[in-house]
């Protein structure tokens, strides 16, 4: 079993997790929190999706980012420094920081273009294969910009944590007591966090302004379509005729589902971070140990 010391370290980095995902504005609602032990994890933040997610906006991204260091944030905040169970959120979040920059094109001084050449899943922390195809100066600025990201990141979780470090205190001892958090008690405990601006930092436009046109709204008769038809695109456009090629009544096929590429993937599932665990190859990763949650042996 873990230590009173070790809880007290695990309740606060998933309460970081869970207070910086609370804060964000494009996050799904976070479900659960526990400090249980399960396998090499000792504890985990679990966020579900509303509703099938397909592709993902910038700053969408940029919340997962606050969302994934909220765990090392809180350790620092608290214990002035960190332990290795951040080791999994670190790996995790430079993944997708780097996809960003290399894969999705969102880096305003890069621009729209892919660097480097090989398979890659950036959403689970793992790029297989990469080879570069660009200068020692673009890897130092795409090196650049991935920090960049990732410390802007660091830094807006602090300050959520550091705003309502009284709610994140509240949220550790009610942690400590009942091991497992669900919605109804994080709906209490976290009450008082108010929802944090969106990110409206992308400046990758050049030469091209943005027009003030703002998109058409979809009418409600069209959205229940969709719904029922569990699709994306639905019989009618925004005027009720048929979409353009087919034959009035004739439905528009559903778009074929994400295979985690280049738009990310889909949110089917609870959010890939939160898990607070130490790295593959440290010494905790032993049957028996700190990792091992009391040994109860290997994923």
């Known amino acids: 079993a873990m230590s009173d010391k070790e809880k007290r370290v695990t309740a606060y980095h998933e309460a970081g997790h869970a207070l910086t995902a609370w804060a964000m504005p494009n996050l799904d609602p976070v479900h659960k929190v526990t400090i249980l032990p399960r396998g090499r994890s000792l504890g985990h933040t679990l966020v579900l999706p ?18 994934a260091l909220g765990g090392r944030a809180a350790e620092e905040l608290v214990f002035h420094e960190p332990t290795t169970g951040a080791s999994n959120d670190i790996e995790k979040a430079t993944g997708l920081a780097r996809a960003m920059v290399t894969e999705f094109g ?30 020692e100066e673009i890897a130092a600025g795409i090196d650049s910009e991935v920090r960049d990201l990732i410390e802007g990141a660091h830094d ?44 409206n930092t992308f400046a990758g436009f050049g030469k091209r302004t943005p ?19 569990g699709a994306s695109n639905g019989s009618a456009n ?5 979409l353009p090629g087919l ?28 898990g607070y665990s130490p790295p593959a190859d440290s010494p905790y990763d032993q049957p028996g140990t700190h990792g091992q949650g009391g040994g109860q042996g290997t994923l």
């Open 50 to 67: 509303l509703e099938d997610r397909y592709t993902q906006t910038r700053s969408e991204i940029l919340d997962q980012l606050v969302y």
């Open 106 to 135: 969102m880096s305003s001084k890069l621009g729209a273009v892919k660097y480097g050449t090989g398979d890659a899943e950036p959403f689970m922390g793992r790029d297989y294969g990469h080879q570069r195809d660009y200068s």
């Open 156 to 199: 807006e979780a602090w300050e959520i944590l550091t705003q309502y470090r009284d709610v994140l205190d509240s949220m550790v001892l009610e942690l400590v007591e009942h091991e497992t958090l669900a919605k109804p008690e994080l709906e209490r405990i976290l009450a008082p966090v108010r929802k944090r601006p969106p990110h």
């Open 211 to 229: 027009s003030d046109r703002p998109p058409i709204e979809i009418p409600e008769a069209f959205r229940k379509a969709v719904i029922a038809n």
């Open 238 to 242: 925004g005027q009720g005729k048929a």
């Open 247 to 274: 034959e009035p009544g004739v439905e528009a096929p559903a778009p074929p589902p994400s295979d985690s590429g280049a738009f990310g993937p889909p949110q089917h599932h609870g959010a890939p971070y939160g």
